[in-house]
């Protein structure tokens, strides 16, 4: 049975980083696309960026390009998401999820197996 489980995510200050981790349990990582949401109170699920199976392809919410990077080590079935200049804004839990196609997505429905989420909290 395939289970993900974040974390990484704190309370930070305006302009800090933070590193999420994605970790996956069961055979098929690397047949996974693995994309990370966000949700904030009172909002949708938003998509945040996405990688493909070998790494080489990513996507990223345009508001996010520049400050976030999602990597992913094979070896350690991880899935890595860099937050730089975070922003009160990017308050949410955090999810990650994987789907199993050979092309990205920023669609929800698309994955299949979700985590239970780690709480990012920035303060001004």
């Known amino acids: 049975q395939v289970q993900l489980v974040e974390s990484g995510g704190g309370l930070v200050q305006d302009g800090d980083s933070l590193t999420l981790s994605c970790a996956y349990s069961?055979?098929?990582?690397?047949?996974?696309?693995v994309g990370w949401f966000r949700q904030a109170p009172g909002k949708e699920r938003e998509f945040v960026a996405a990688i493909g199976r070998a790494g080489g392809s990513t996507d990223y919410l345009d508001s996010m390009k520049g400050r976030f990077t999602i990597t992913r080590d094979n070896a350690k079935k991880t899935v890595y998401l860099r937050m730089n200049n975070l922003k009160p804004e990017d308050t949410a839990v955090y999810y990650c999820a994987a789907g199993y196609s050979d092309r990205i997505s920023r669609a929800s429905a698309y994955y299949k197996q979700w985590g239970q989420g780690t709480q990012v909290t920035v303060s001004s």
């Open positions: 069961g055979v098929a990582f690397g047949l996974a696309v």
